[in-house]
C-alpha cells in the first residue's frame, strides 16, 4: 500500500495537476431538510498555482474546503465524486492515512484562525506540538524551525515566547500563516484568511504569502467573497454560485471578458477607486435557498438574459441544468447563452 | 455647495479608561474631531478598526456621552441632553443604522411592527393613516409588495432585505441625518451596491445629511461627496472625495490607498511598506504624530508636536508637519 505521503518524493514537473476534484458532491442533512451544497464540481490546481474560489456566503465554498481537508462534520457528507490529490482519491481513506495527509501534503488558514490558537500557550510551543505530531524532530530543533518560521511571516523570532493575546490580530494570523508553512505542505488551502483584518494589514499578508510561495512553491486554493481581491492576486479564478462553478478562467481573462452573467454581474458589484465612476446595478433579487434550488440554471430567476420573450431559449434556461464547457483553452463558462447548444 | 448643515461636531472627544485604580491609563478613542454633516451629502468616514471612526457615529447618535467638545444639531449643543424629550426631539431627527441587520431587528416581532413603532412615539402621522404610511416606507426601500413583507417577521427575510428595513424604520420618523455604521458590510457582495443605491437615492430625493462609516475605500468613493480619514482616534484628512483620493496628502491615507485591492492595477505593481509600529496609537499617547512609527515621511519635529489639521489645498487639510505644514 503506498501512502499519499511515499508519493511525493516522485520527481514531479512543473505544472502537474496536485489537486483534482471530479464531480464532487456534499449534502447536508436529509429528507426534506436536505440541501446540496456542492453539486457535482470539478476544479484543478496545478502545482505552484494559486486558484481563486470566489463565491456568495452558502454558494458552498468552504464546503469544498473543508471536503478537500476531509473536516467534513456529519450532517455533511460526501455524496459522489472524488477528490484526487497527485492521483490518489481521498474520499474513503483511513484517518490513520488521513492524519498524515493532512498539514503534510496540505494545510490550512481559516477566516477565524488567529482565534484557534491555545490562549493559555506560548506560540513556540504551539509550532512544536504540530511538528511533533507529525514528524519526529526534538524539541529544542522544533523551536529553532518555529523561530526561522515566524522569521518568514515577518515576526520577530523573540516573539515565540509570547502568548497569543499579546499579538495583533494580523500578527496571529501570520502566525498561523508560518504554522500552516511548518511542514512544507504543496497545497495550503486558505478560507477568507484576511477578511477579519484591515486593508493594510491584509495587503501585507498577501505580500507575504505571494514571496514564500515564490520561495517554497507551494500552490494555494484562496477562497474569498472578495473577487476584487482575486482579481490580483490569483493565477486562475473560479466562480461558485448555488453550490455549482458557473466560470473558471485565468485571472486576467475573467477580469476583462468575463462569459457568466453572474460574473459580469458580480464584477458590476465592486465599485473602482480609480478612473471614471458610473452608477452601478448589482444583482437584483438574492441567492438561493439550496434545500430547494430553482430548476434549471440556478442563476436563471436574477439573470437579465432570461427572458420569457424569448420562449425556445427560456424552456431550456428554466428548465435544463447547462453543463460547464470550455469556451477556450482555460476558460470554462456554465450557462446557456455562451454555449450556443448542446455539444 | 453652502448646503445647511443640520450637524455640527465641534472639538469632540471620548477617552475611555483602562487599566485599574493603580495602573489606570486612557484610550484617546476620539480626539479633538470636528467636521459637519449638510443636507443632501454624504460623508464618508474612513479607518481601519480601532480608528475610532465607530465611536464618533455613537457620539453622534447619543450612545455615549462625550469627554470633551459638543455636537450641535441645527445650533444648539444636544451632546449633554438628558431629559426624555430632549433626547426624543434629537433621534425624530438623526437615525442610526447598523452593521448587522441581524441583530437590530426583533426576532419574535413582524416588520410592520418595526416601522410602526417609530410613526406611534413619535408621532409622525395620525393613527389612522400609519398601515398606509408603513407600506410607503416599505415601497421607498424597495421592499414589494408591501402588505406582504409587512407580515413577515425577520428572519424570513434576507440580509439585504433586513438592511432595507432597517433603513425604512430609519426613515419613519423622516429624519435629517442618518448615521450609516458600516451597513453593506455584513451582506452578500452581489446586494451591496443596492443598498448604496438606495442611500443615493434618499441623500437625492430627500435631502438626507449621511454619515456613512465604513473601512472600503472604494464603496465610500461610490457614495460621498466628502471623506474624513481617521487614524488613531484623530481626523488625519479631510475634503471632497474625489479630491482627496486622486491626490491625497496625509501618509497614511496614501497606504490605505496602496493597500485596497484595485483590479485597475496588479498586487505585484505596488508594494507597500510593511508595518513597523503599533496600530493602536491611542492608548495615552505622548505629544507628536501618532503616525510617527509608520510613517515614511517623519522628520525631527513630528515627535515632538501633534500636527495640526491644516488646509493645505481648498476644501483638503491634513494633519502633517510634511505635507501639510502649518505655516
Known sequence: MTSVVEERSVARTRGATLLELRELAVEYGVGAKRARAVDEVDLAIHEGEIVGLAGESGCGKTTIANAVMQILRPPARIVGGSILFEGEDLVGKSAEELRRFRWRNVSMVLQSAMNALNPVMRVGDQFVDAMRAHERIDRRRALARAGELLELVGIDRRRARAYPHELSGGMRQRVIIAMALALKPELIIMDEPTTALDVVVQREILQQVEALKRDFGFAVLFITHDLSLLLEFADRIAIMYAGEIVEAAPALRLATNPQHPYTQGLLQSFPPLSGPLTRLTGIPGAPPDLRDPPSGCRFHPRCPHCLSEEPALYVRQTTERPLLRAIEPGHEVACHLVAGGPL | ?327
Not at chain 2, 465607530?54 to 469627554?67: E, K
Not at chain 2, 430632549?86 to 413582524?110: A, E, H
Open chain 2, 1 to 327: 455647495m453652502t448646503a445647511a448643515a443640520p450637524l455640527e461636531v465641534r472639538s469632540l472627544s471620548k477617552r475611555f479608561a483602562i487599566g485599574n485604580a493603580f495602573r489606570r491609563s486612557h484610550v484617546h478613542a476620539v480626539d479633538d474631531v470636528s467636521f459637519e454633516l449638510r443636507s443632501g451629502k454624504i460623508t464618508a468616514l474612513v479607518g481601519e478598526s480601532g480608528s475610532g471612526k465607530s465611536t464618533v457615529a455613537r457620539l453622534l447618535a447619543r450612545l455615549y456621552d462625550p469627554s470633551a467638545g459638543a455636537v450641535l444639531f441645527e445650533g444648539s449643543d444636544v451632546s449633554r441632553v438628558r431629559r426624555r424629550r430632549g433626547v426624543l426631539r434629537y433621534r425624530s431627527q438623526v437615525q442610526m443604522i447598523f452593521q448587522d441587520p441581524f441583530g437590530s431587528l426583533n426576532p419574535v416581532k413582524t416588520i410592520r411592527h418595526h416601522i410602526e413603532r417609530p410613526l406611534r412615539i413619535h408621532q409622525v402621522v395620525a393613527s389612522g393613516q400609519i398601515e398606509e404610511q408603513v407600506h410607503d416606507l416599505l415601497r421607498t426601500v424597495g421592499l414589494v409588495p408591501p402588505e406582504d413583507i409587512a407580515a413577515k417577521y425577520p428572519h424570513e427575510l434576507s440580509g439585504g432585505q433586513r438592511q432595507r428595513v432597517a433603513i425604512a424604520r430609519a426613515l419613519a420618523v423622516e429624519p435629517k441625518v442618518v448615521l450609516a455604521d458600516e451597513p453593506i458590510s455584513m451582506l452578500d457582495v452581489s446586494i451591496r451596491i443596492g443598498i448604496l443605491n438606495l442611500m443615493l437615492r434618499l441623500k437625492e430625493e430627500r435631502g438626507i445629511a449621511f454619515l456613512y462609516v465604513t473601512h472600503d475605500l472604494a464603496s465610500a468613493r461610490y457614495l460621498a461627496d466628502d471623506i474624513l480619514v481617521m487614524y488613531a482616534g484623530q481626523i488625519v484628512e479631510r475634503g471632497p472625495i474625489e479630491q482627496v483620493l486622486s491626490a491625497p496628502l496625509h501618509p497614511y491615507t496614501r497606504l490605505l490607498l496602496a493597500a485596497v485591492p484595485d483590479p485597475a492595477t496588479k498586487l505585484h505593481a505596488e508594494r507597500i511598506e510593511l508595518r513597523k509600529g503599533l496600530a493602536s496609537a491611542a492608548v495615552d499617547p505622548p505629544e507628536g504624530c501618532r503616525f510617527l512609527t509608520r510613517c515614511p515621511l517623519a522628520i525631527e519635529v513630528c515627535s515632538r508636536v501633534t500636527p495640526p489639521l491644516v488646509e493645505e489645498r481648498p476644501g483638503q487639510a491634513a494633519r502633517c508637519h510634511v505635507t501639510a505644514p502649518s505655516t
